[in-house]
């Protein structure tokens, strides 16, 4: 959405509230593609200088000075800002009960949005909650996060089935990521043993939006899914990438902090 026409529709919208409402949604939105537009500028002078024009002949050539070129090479957002799309960005954890209050949800699911909103800021995205029920199916429109194991909604489920490199399954009850490459099962431990914690990362394009996946399949594994990319959001991205998936591990301390993390299986992308 965006141009004139839905502007004024806020100019002549008779209620106050839902005009301030609606004034409010759009200077969120217009500030998420002003900040993408300065991504992109930015990627176009970095392209046209590998192509091999220097930094004075791309500021003439875009009627700026070289000063302003240093400026925004500096200033503008950093490329990986598109691996969560445009912006703003909404960002779901599970309820385990969807009449309960913040305590039902699991502490990795609220350490792992704490962490993704970091980031987000860190990339110059503005973000919002959204809650997941037992029984969505869907995800938001816009860019958006899902943070939910398998067992705690089908949206889940339904993402993780449509991933080209993982798969996930139920055996004897238990949830596992399988490597469809290699055929490598990657499942919780063994009652009464210890190991690391197991998750799964997917990010893919669909309808114009951006969709990230975070999917613990043990009680951590959110968190360390979160915690992994949180450091290596920026070899994530690629701008041709149609999806990118991996299975993390991670390790924590008796503190339940993630002390490493670290893809076992991938990350596999897919071009196109």
């Not at 800002?81 to 949800?105: L, N, Y």
């Not at 705690?152 to 991933?163: I, K, M, N, R, T």
Request: aromatic share 4%; hydrophobic share 35%; charged share 30%.
């Amino acid at each position: 959405m965006g141009g004139t026409g839905e502007f004024e529709q806020v100019r002549s919208e008779p209620d106050p509230i839902q005009r301030g409402r609606r004034a409010t949604e759009l200077i969120t939105l217009y500030q998420q593609r002003a900040a993408e537009l300065a991504r992109l500028r930015k990627e176009a002078i970095e392209e046209a200088h590998r192509k091999g024009l220097n930094y004075t002949e791309i500021a003439e050539l875009l009627g700026i000075t070289k000063g302003r070129i240093s400026q925004i090479k500096s200033g503008a957002p950093p490329a990986e800002r598109a691996f969560f799309g445009v912006g703003p960005v909404t960002v779901g954890i599970p309820r385990r009960d969807a009449g309960a209050d913040e305590t039902a949800v699991d502490a990795s699911d609220r350490a792992a949005r704490q962490i993704v909103e970091k980031i987000l800021a860190r990339l110059s995205l503005a973000s919002s909650r959204f809650e997941i029920d037992p029984d969505t199916e869907d995800v938001p429109a816009g860019d958006t996060v899902v943070i939910c194991d398998p067992g705690s909604a089908p949206v889940a489920q339904e993402l993780l089935a449509a991933d080209e490199a993982l798969s996930l399954e139920k055996t004897d009850g238990e949830w596992c990521l399988v490597d469809k490459a290699t055929g490598l099962r990657y499942t919780a431990p063994a009652e009464g043993e210890s190991g690391p914690d197991i998750g799964f990362l997917g990010r893919r394009e669909e309808d114009g939006r951006v969709i990230v996946q975070i999917a613990g399949v043990t009680s951590g594994g959110s968190h360390g899914v979160a915690h992994w990319l949180d450091s290596n959001v920026s070899g994530l991205y690629e701008p041709a990438a149609r999806s990118v998936s991996a299975i993390v591990e991670s390790d924590v301390d008796t503190d339940l902090a993630v002390t490493d993390s670290r893809a076992v299986a991938g990350p596999y992308t897919t071009r196109g």
